[in-house]
């Protein structure tokens, strides 16, 4: 089973770029059998899903971010990373980066997930 | 977007009830569902897919059941380790939409 772990800074000032990056490790993220997806969650809030991207480079993201996300994957590095532009107080959260299978189109492995605090 | 509605918010049962959570969508997702478990501090947890199919490792106290828009978890019998927030999922469309989760208490 892939572990993902997830890093980058936990303090982001309003109105600058949040920039997280996912590690996939004990599997190739070259494989054409997942899409590889960030979600996020407010404190004591739901879940919500803020994109994904193939091996193929191709993405999906959620209209309600679409204006300011952007998600990339590095193949050497097995890698693959958020942006999230013109930050507020309502981008804190906690971050996830996880798995989505191909076939059943479930989220099978999850990082543990990592704070970030929009504040100056 | 599909927009995803679970009942109850929360609930308060006994070790050893039956529990039941329902999941509404509102639009027809087939049997395009997930639903997952989230304890404080964790990364939630798949329990269930495509409506009825019981994840790998998961125990058999839970299931799941519905097609459509209507869903539900079941756990026949609850235990000490369920208390939990359960979430569901529709995976039929673009962007991938949670409900808003299930607070289980024991």
């Known amino acids: 089973q892939a572990q993902l772990q997830e890093s980058g800074p936990g303090l982001v000032k309003p109105s600058q770029t949040l920039s997280l990056t996912c590690t996939v490790s004990?599997?190739?993220?070259?494989?054409?059998?997942?899409?590889w997806s960030w979600i996020r969650q407010p404190a004591g809030k739901g879940l919500e899903w803020i994109g994904r991207?193939?091996?193929?480079?191709?993405?999906n993201y959620n209209p309600s971010l679409k204006s300011r996300v952007s998600i990339s994957i590095d193949t050497s590095k097995n890698q693959f990373s958020l942006n999230l532009s013109s930050v507020t107080a309502a981008d804190t959260a906690v971050y996830y980066c996880?798995?989505?299978?191909?076939?059943?189109?479930?989220?099978?492995?999850w990082g543990q997930g990592t704070l970030v605090t929009v504040s100056s | 977007d599909i927009q995803m509605t679970q009942s109850p918010s929360s609930l308060s049962a006994s070790v050893g009830d039956r529990v039941t959570i329902t999941c509404r969508a509102s639009?027809?997702?087939?049997?395009?569902l997930n639903w997952y478990l989230q304890k404080p501090g964790k990364a939630p947890k798949l329990l269930i897919y495509?409506?009825?199919s019981l994840q790998s490792g998961v125990p058999s106290r839970f299931s799941g059941s519905g097609s459509g828009t209507d869903f539900t978890l079941t756990i026949s019998s609850l235990q000490p380790e369920d208390s939990a927030t359960y979430y569901c999922?529709?995976?039929?469309?673009?962007?991938?939409?949670f409900g808003q989760g299930t607070k289980v208490e024991i």
């Open positions: 996880a798995r989505e299978t191909t076939n059943h189109l479930l989220f099978d492995s």
């Open positions: 004990g599997g190739s993220i070259r494989s054409d059998t997942y899409y």
């Open positions: 991207i193939y091996i193929t480079g191709d993405t």
């Open positions: 639009q027809t997702t087939s049997n395009f």
């Open positions: 495509a409506a009825s």
């Open positions: 999922q529709q995976s039929s469309s673009i962007p991938r939409m």
